[in-house]
């Protein structure tokens, strides 16, 4: 495969904080067009290793590169091309309205897609004059993700996205995930426990353990060296035995 | 411009009620130069003791306030994952504040009458390792930009004013 093919590169990632390691040498490398499932047990390192990708973490030694730029210094032209969405939503002003901060955000993107952000407002059934501090966990996840989704990027970041979701949203944020994947080629990396929701988008997993990757590679070979029976949780159990 | 609307809106939204002191306070010192002292007189030099002091007091006061608020906003603005992710945010509120705190230098170069291209150098200066020495106070020694391009200007306004 060709190199400019590459989405996201870590090698040899290292992160403690203090004299906890949280991330020991990992590698990962997603290619273009990838839907990738991270997982592993609470405090696996998961969020850090997010955060280390996208340069929100100075890393202790290592490299990790987004779109081929160092993410310690992402310029502003990757940074139209990701759409993040963060594990805690308040870091948003809880103060503004849902439409003015959409709004806000969107003024910064020369590819805004309102229309995309209309529809999506409306299928997911937020209330764009309620203020954002007044909403719902779930109704504050929504807006998060509808902010990443708003300028159509090519590499998608999801950092426990579902985790306040009610199933019904869920299954419409999954659909929404696998038809932008399906139309556009999205590259996509998707941090969760709920396994069940992995093995419905993911073609690929990254599992973390002990601070470490133990398995990178597609969903398919890892049902293969368990049984075919197995499940994803299964194996997760079964890993992290 | 769209965003520097949006940034305006925002301001006001948020911040309206809180403006209204600093903007009395600047009023009030404008008026008292103007009406009492006249156009070319200092605020800062004293021939009225009474008078004089007390304004020079708020004055002072005013510039603690001003710097101290905008930089508290910039990093209420600045401080989430997010918005480092967002592209040009940070040039953008930095240019925006930057503009709002360059407004309020004018403001202060006109009232204490500083006159001279070496003056008003030393005193920009001088207001920017202060407002830098704010920085730090407000937000530790953390930078806005991890980039290495504006090393100079880190070192020389003490840590993390870019």
């Known amino acids: 495969m060709e190199n400019n093919d590459i989405v996201i590169r870590l090698e040899k990632v290292s992160k403690s904080y203090g004299n906890k390691q949280v991330l020991k040498n990992i590698d990962l490398t997603i290619r273009k067009g990838t839907i990738m499932g991270l997982i592993g047990k609470n405090g696996a390192g998961k969020t850090t290793m997010i955060k280390a990708l996208l340069g929100l973490l100075k890393l202790d030694s290592g490299k990790a590169t987004v779109f081929g730029k160092d993410s310690w210094d992402l310029p502003g032209e990757v940074k139209h091309r990701i759409g993040y969405v963060p594990q805690k939503t308040d870091i948003f002003s809880g103060w503004m309205r849902v439409k003015d901060l959409l709004d806000y955000i969107g003024a910064f993107y020369n590819a805004w897609n309102k229309d995309k952000i209309s529809k999506l407002i409306k299928e997911w059934s937020i209330d764009p004059d309620a203020r954002f501090r007044d909403l719902s966990e779930g109704e504050k996840q929504k807006v998060a993700i509808v902010a990443a989704m708003g300028h159509d990027p090519e590499l998608y970041i999801f950092d426990e996205p579902v985790a306040s979701l009610d199933p019904v949203a869920r299954r419409d944020f999954i659909k929404e995930l696998i038809d932008l994947n399906l139309d556009s080629g999205s590259t996509m990396l998707f941090s969760t426990h709920i396994t069940s929701d992995l093995e419905r988008i993911a073609a690929d997993v990254a599992l973390l353990k002990d601070n470490e990757i133990k398995y990178t590679g597609s969903l398919s070979d890892l049902k293969e060296q368990y049984s075919e029976k197995m499940n994803l949780e299964d194996i997760f159990l079964e890993m992290n035995k | ?162």
Request: proline share 3%; charged share 15%.
């Open chain 2, 1 to 162: 411009m769209q965003v520097y609307k949006q940034m305006i809106i925002n301001d006001l939204k948020k911040y309206g009620i809180k403006y209204i002191f600093p903007i009395l306070l600047v009023i009030l010192l404008s008026s008292y130069k103007l009406l009492y002292k006249g156009f070319d007189a200092s605020l800062l030099k004293i021939s009225d003791p009474a008078l004089d002091i007390p304004a020079i007091l708020i004055f002072t006061m005013v510039h603690i306030i001003v710097p101290l608020g905008i930089i508290y906003q910039l990093r209420s603005a600045l401080k989430s994952d997010l918005f480092v992710l967002t592209p040009g945010i940070r040039t953008k509120i930095l240019f925006y504040k930057g503009s709002v705190l360059g407004i309020f230098i004018i403001w202060s170069i006109f009232i204490a009458r500083i006159t001279g291209f070496k003056e008003i150098i030393f005193f920009m200066f001088v207001y920017s390792w202060l407002i830098s020495l704010f920085l730090i106070i407000v937000w530790g020694f953390k930078y806005i930009y991890n980039s290495r391009k504006y090393m100079i200007l880190k070192i020389v306004f003490q840590f993390g004013i870019i």
